[in-house]
């Protein structure tokens, strides 16, 4: 059965959310186009829904990659994209329809395992330090061991982004290992909007939702909405979402990889530094329908960070790898992420 069908509510409520004036589909057909040589001064960027991805909005606003090009004598052409789900921004990289890809650390592991001594793809950056909720309008989940056949949750990918990932370990520690995937049948992939929206209504087939800020905090407006599982209690403070690309682009594309770098390593000082001017760009640059004061208590608390450092990425790695859904072990975070001699990254 198609989402449509199963999920009739969701044109009705597909901007109330977050807007975003792009249209997913319409995206991911111009994305599937045969990938094409890309010279030296044109990056494409792939980014998803949700404050987790501001570092971008702020580098897009203050065209801070046109910036530091300019220093290496370079006019870089940049090309934003927005898609959902780590699957779709996957198969774009891998498609050669994008350069740079927005998605969870879930994702990156993922193609990091099935590119591996091929493409070879690998992390470039985190884009911060973010807790992500599971949560339910169904008054008897309490924990994830109450939901049941009649109950469906939302994530932006089944089995691959970030949110089922953690689902997954989430699982993994309740049942064991070999029942790590027990809620996957649970799952449905829907765009963080529209999964806020139906759940916020209620009356549907969706009682919970592997959200991301602001979407959770938009959701936990509803007294009927609370949190099931807090993605810092299960793992600790943690980067969920992260930037990466092939080993192809950012040796052949060394000034314009460079410049985007700087970008986003800008981009997270001025984030984190003021995120009063953050909230000002989030709101502007992706239309989202959250007042400047909402947003300012989401990313105003002490638990979210703003920082291209990636932050307790490997217990998810090694999971993942101890359940058989990567075939690499990676034997630390620098496995999976690209480091550069004149600035390594310093992570974990």
Same mark, same amino acid.
Request: glycine share 8%; aromatic share 10%; proline share 5%.
């Given at each position: 059965?198609?989402?449509?069908?199963?999920?009739?509510?969701?044109?009705?409520?597909?901007?109330?959310?977050?807007?975003?004036?792009?249209?997913?589909?319409?995206?991911?057909?111009?994305?599937?186009?045969?990938?094409?040589?890309?010279?030296?001064?044109?990056?494409?960027?792939?980014?998803?829904?949700?404050?987790?991805?501001?570092?971008?909005?702020?580098?897009?606003?203050?065209?801070?990659?046109?910036?530091?090009?300019?220093?290496?004598?370079?006019?870089?052409?940049?090309?934003?994209?927005?898609?959902?789900?780590?699957?779709?921004?996957?198969?774009?990289?891998?498609?050669?329809?994008?350069?740079?890809?927005?998605?969870?650390?879930?994702?990156?592991?993922?193609?990091?395992?099935?590119?591996?001594?091929?493409?070879?793809?690998?992390?470039?950056?985190?884009?911060?330090?973010?807790?992500?909720?599971?949560?339910?309008?169904?008054?008897?989940?309490?924990?994830?061991?109450?939901?049941?056949?009649?109950?469906?949750?939302?994530?932006?990918?089944?089995?691959?982004?970030?949110?089922?990932?953690?689902?997954?370990?989430?699982?993994?520690?309740?049942?064991?290992?070999? /029942?790590?995937?027990?809620?996957? !049948?649970?799952? #449905? @992939?829907?765009?963080?909007?529209? %999964?806020?929206? +139906?759940?916020?209504?209620?009356?549907?087939?969706?009682?919970?939702?592997?959200?991301?800020?602001?979407?959770?905090?938009?959701?936990?407006?509803?007294?009927?909405?609370?949190?099931?599982?807090?993605?810092?209690?299960?793992?600790?403070?943690?980067?969920?979402?992260?930037?990466?690309?092939?080993?192809?682009?950012?040796? /052949?594309?060394?000034?314009?990889? !460079?410049?985007? #770098? @700087?970008?986003?390593?800008?981009? %997270?000082?001025? +984030?984190?530094?003021?995120?009063?001017?953050?909230?000002?760009?989030?709101?502007?640059?992706?239309?989202?329908?959250?007042?400047?004061?909402?947003?300012?208590?989401?990313?105003?608390?002490?638990?979210?960070?703003?920082?291209?450092?990636?932050?307790?990425?490997?217990?998810?790695?090694?999971?993942?790898?101890?359940?058989?859904?990567?075939?690499?072990?990676?034997?630390?975070?620098?496995?999976?992420?690209?480091?550069?001699?004149?600035?390594?990254?310093?992570?974990?």
């Amino acid at each position: 059965m198609s989402l449509g069908n199963r999920f009739p509510f969701i044109p009705k409520f597909a901007r109330l959310a977050g807007g975003i004036g792009l249209s997913v589909s319409l995206l991911v057909g111009g994305l599937a186009a045969p990938s094409v040589a890309r010279a030296e001064g044109q990056i494409r960027i792939a980014e998803q829904f949700g404050i987790v991805y501001l570092l971008l909005n702020v580098v897009r606003d203050q065209q801070l990659i046109e910036k530091h090009g300019k220093v290496d004598g370079l006019d870089i052409q940049v090309e934003w994209n927005q898609l959902s789900g780590g699957a779709a921004v996957n198969d774009a990289l891998l498609a050669g329809s994008i350069d740079i890809a927005g998605a969870g650390i879930g994702p990156l592991l993922t193609v990091w395992d099935r590119t591996h001594g091929r493409q070879n793809v690998k992390g470039v950056a985190s884009l911060g330090n973010f807790p992500y909720y599971l949560v339910s309008n169904n008054p008897k989940v309490k924990t994830i061991a109450d939901f049941t056949e009649k109950d469906r949750i939302a994530v932006p990918a089944v089995g691959v982004s970030v949110q089922s990932r953690f689902l997954q370990y989430a699982a993994a520690k309740q049942w064991g290992d070999k /029942e790590f995937d027990r809620l996957d !049948k649970y799952t #449905v @992939a829907l765009p963080h909007p529209d %999964a806020t929206a +139906a759940l916020k209504s209620g009356g549907t087939e969706l009682t919970g939702h592997f959200s991301n800020p602001p979407f959770q905090n938009q959701a936990l407006e509803n007294p009927d909405v609370h949190v099931v599982l807090d993605t810092y209690e299960l793992l600790g403070p943690n980067s969920p979402t992260v930037l990466y690309s092939t080993e192809k682009f950012r040796t /052949e594309n060394p000034k314009t990889y !460079k410049a985007f #770098v @700087a970008a986003l390593a800008e981009a %997270a000082e001025f +984030a984190q530094n003021d995120k009063g001017a953050a909230a000002d760009t989030y709101i502007r640059v992706t239309g989202a329908k959250i007042s400047r004061e909402e947003l300012l208590k989401v990313i105003g608390s002490e638990q979210i960070q703003f920082s291209v450092t990636p932050t307790n990425t490997y217990p998810l790695a090694d999971f993942l790898h101890r359940v058989g859904a990567i075939k690499n072990k990676p034997a630390s975070w620098q496995d999976y992420f690209f480091q550069d001699e004149e600035h390594p990254l310093q992570g974990s």
